[in-house]
């Protein structure tokens, strides 16, 4: 011990005596240190915080922008609760889950709950019995932190649209006094559209990893039950149809024709030649964007495909409405039964290819109207576009996946230090060959290929790692991309 007390004093006398001698040799030899080690690079931003930078330089106005859109037709009062909570409250053990096309018990719901909460995906599903509905609605409204909040597809979507100063919107749909209240000033609302009392749906939601009994949500989520029978019998649709002719709107959105799939066969198939006729009524030069929800009847969701969808300009999305359509109509990947994680995105290319060509106006000799599909999943979004009839892609699918990213936060501009980036960076155009082979570039997040004259769009989503509130994502989105798509003018003929 002494011997190494000794050696530190001798280093210590020898190292003042050279600061002594030359004061400035502490100094350079710090220098010749620095200079003798490898250089660091500067480490390069995180993907995150590159892909949000430059969707700022991407997101641009279109030249031709709308200036009144009219929006129609479900509409009524979200009431949000933690969906364990509930279930709980209602006295429910958790055990095996199970779908349900339709609910008409409290144990019907519990199991429907089950089975989509252990997948992680929404769900809609209409509920029969009004008066046990009621009894959920009620305990639903009294539980400990639910909340209320616009919903229904269109009026999520125009209170969306509202939120552009510049923007006159109209919406359609069963409107009571709660849900009047909540809408944006700038909204206009119809007076045939007011009703007195206002239709509830309850919205379920659950966390990512919150768990219930066996089933483990593996990402946040929610399951939607109603008992709406205004909305479920698109009873304002003719309404909305009529209110045109004085608000002559630049663009047209329809949702809510999935609401009628719980009142069924009957009266769907009745009421859908009704609303075939009502859009076909709707001026050629104006564009009509629908907006799907989820199905579960294939017959239903087929004849929307066979009947709507070519009657339409625009459908907006999500992965399994997606696969439901190609499972329905007999189109590509119809063999799978579900999603194994992130949709392959060779795959559902191929789906929404064959959308555009079989139903839509790839063909340029088709008498179809429909062009464009917005397709949104949670690690990113497609903007699938038939060559000449859009413009503006690149900002549109952009600001779509931006809006996922704060939305789901809470937050007006996305915070890279609270979402995760979760897309994958290679991938291919196609499930089959030939195919191509592509990558996202962090720099210009925006990935464009083609496939005969179909043009794809696809950026990342910036997914939020804690997201506050799932619903009405899928409408934000498509409202936002609506905001920046542009509708190319027709030659005169």
């Not at 919406?171 to 009047?180: A, N």
């Amino acid at each position: 011990m002494w011997r190494k007390a000794v050696l530190v004093a001798v280093l210590a006398l020898g190292m003042g005596y050279l600061y002594h001698t030359d004061p400035q040799m502490p100094t350079r030899m710090l220098d010749y240190i620095s200079e003798s080690l490898p250089q660091m690079e500067p480490r390069p931003p995180a993907l995150e915080e590159a892909i949000a930078h430059s969707w700022q330089t991407l997101i641009t106005a279109p030249a031709r922008r709308w200036a009144r859109v009219a929006v129609g037709v479900n509409a009524c009062v979200d009431v949000v609760v933690s969906g364990v909570g509930l279930l709980q409250a209602l006295a429910l053990e958790p055990g095996s889950g199970r779908d349900h096309e339709v609910l008409h018990t409290k144990e019907d719901l519990k199991e429907a709950f089950v089975h989509y909460m252990g997948k992680g995906a929404a769900a809609e599903r209409f509920f029969s019995d009004k008066e046990v509905f009621q009894r959920i609605a009620r305990a639903a409204a009294e539980y400990h932190g639910a909340q209320l909040y616009v919903g229904g597809n269109a009026a999520l979507i125009g209170q969306k649209l509202a939120s552009n100063p510049e923007l006159v919107v109209l919406l359609c749909g069963p409107v009571g006094p709660k849900l009047h209240d909540m809408l944006d000033e700038q909204i206009v609302v119809p007076p045939e559209s007011l009703q007195e009392t206002d239709e509830f749906h309850l919205i379920l939601e659950y966390k990512s990893g919150e768990q219930w009994g066996s089933a483990r949500a593996p990402q946040a989520n929610r399951f939607i039950l109603s008992h709406d029978v205004s909305n479920g019998e698109m009873s304002t649709l003719e309404t909305f149809v009529a209110s045109l002719e004085d608000f002559q709107p630049d663009l047209v959105v329809l949702s809510g024709l999935h609401m009628m799939e719980g009142m069924g066969r009957d009266l769907w198939e009745e009421r859908l030649k009704e609303a075939v006729v009502a859009i076909s009524d709707v001026r050629n030069e104006v564009p009509i964007h629908l907006e799907l929800a989820s199905m579960t009847d294939r017959d239903y969701m087929n004849r929307i495909l066979q009947e709507v969808m070519p009657i339409v300009n625009s459908v907006g999305l999500n992965e399994q409405e997606l696969l439901f359509l190609a499972q329905s109509g007999g189109g590509p990947h119809a063999d799978l039964t579900s999603w194994d994680g992130i949709p392959d995105v060779g795959r559902v290319s191929d789906i929404l290819l064959w959308i555009l060509e079989q139903h839509g106006r790839a063909d340029p000799q088709s008498e179809a109207d429909l062009t464009r599909i917005h397709f949104h999943t949670l690690a990113y979004h497609i903007l699938a576009t038939v060559d000449g009839h859009w413009g503006n892609q690149e900002a549109a699918v952009s600001a779509g996946a931006r809006v996922a990213s704060s939305q789901a936060c809470g937050l007006q501009d996305v915070d890279i230090t609270k979402v995760i980036l979760k897309a994958p960076l290679t991938f291919h155009s196609s499930f089959s060959e030939p195919r191509e082979s592509l990558a996202v570039d962090p720099s210009r997040p925006v990935t464009v290929w083609s496939r005969g004259n179909v043009s794809f769009h696809l950026t990342p989503v910036l997914v939020c790692k804690h997201p506050l509130r799932t619903v009405g994502l899928g409408d934000a989105i498509s409202a936002e991309g609506l905001v920046f798509s542009e509708l190319t003018p027709r030659p005169e003929l």
